[in-house]
């Protein structure tokens, strides 16, 4: 049974940092892409960034790039979301997801398996 688990959520204030980390385990994950999305209250969850296993090949939403960078230890089986100079907009539950969809899918319904999320709170 693949298992997620996030950590590294909390309260920050604008212009602060944070990492999240995501710990998988369950499976072999080398032909698996890892994904992060996030949730704000009353908004639907978006895509944040991904990375293949394998490759190492990453994608990040246009919103985060710049700011957010996406990394994997395979010797962990962690993958992480570096956050800088965060903003208020960036508040919302983060969730980590995986699956065997090839590429770098930024649509929730191509991940299979979700981690519970982290509580991302940006105050101004």
């Known amino acids: 049974q693949v298992q997620l688990v996030e950590s590294g959520g909390g309260l920050v204030q604008a212009g602060g940092s944070l990492r999240l980390s995501c710990v998988a385990s369950?499976?072999?994950?080398?032909?698996?892409?890892m994904g992060w999305f996030r949730q704000a209250p009353g908004k639907e969850r978006e895509f944040v960034a991904a990375?293949?296993?394998?490759?190492?090949?990453?994608l990040l939403a246009d919103s985060v790039k710049g700011r957010f960078t996406i990394s994997r230890d395979n010797a962990k089986n962690t993958v992480y979301l570096q956050m800088n100079n965060l903003k208020p907009e960036d508040t919302g539950v983060y969730y980590c997801?995986?699956?065997?969809?090839?590429?770098?899918?930024?649509?929730?319904?191509?991940?299979?398996?979700w981690g519970q999320g982290t509580q991302v709170t940006v105050s101004s």
């Open positions: 369950g499976r072999t994950f080398s032909l698996y892409v």
């Open positions: 997801a995986t699956g065997l969809t090839l590429g770098l899918p930024t649509m929730a319904n191509q991940y299979e398996y």
């Open positions: 990375i293949r296993w394998s490759t190492s090949s990453t």
